[in-house]
């Protein structure tokens, strides 16, 4: 899916001219998702707002906006915007509750539900 092959991060750091891409619809706002070698990418409206690569710039999604975000989301496309959530101690519970059934709902991630759940989960809580 990355286009890896040998010699990627020496010839371009992992990156490629064309990734493969996934777009959702977030009521209004556009999320692109670039899938690179060594990297993904997200975009919020054509502006870079995260990435895991390198330089690991994720949580810029606070969980109110993460919600109204997943009203016409399925459980799949849920599951890639969870990275992007910022969650605060008040909103542990709730948000542990959705990534759950969001994981339990993906047939290919059942086999790894709580271990998933929770490395979702203690990543995207905010320290205070």
Not at 59 to 70: A, G, M, Q, S, V
Not at 109 to 116: A, G, S
């Amino acid at each position: 899916m990355t286009d890896y092959y040998d010699g990627i991060f020496n010839e371009s750091d992992g990156y490629v001219d064309v990734p493969k891409s996934v777009k959702l619809d977030l009521n209004g706002d556009e999320l692109v998702i670039e899938f690179h070698a060594g990297d993904t990418v997200y975009y919020l409206n054509d502006k870079m707002i995260g990435c895991t690569g390198f330089e690991y710039l994720i949580h810029k999604i606070p969980f109110e906006r993460f919600l109204r975000y997943c009203e016409n989301l399925n459980n799949l496309e849920k599951f890639l915007l969870l990275p992007m959530v910022l969650v605060t101690t008040d909103e542990a519970e709730e948000y542990y509750k959705i990534i759950c059934s969001v994981v339990e709902n993906i047939d290919i991630l059942k086999h790894d539900f709580n271990d998933i759940c929770y490395c979702v989960f203690t990543n995207c809580l905010a320290e205070e």
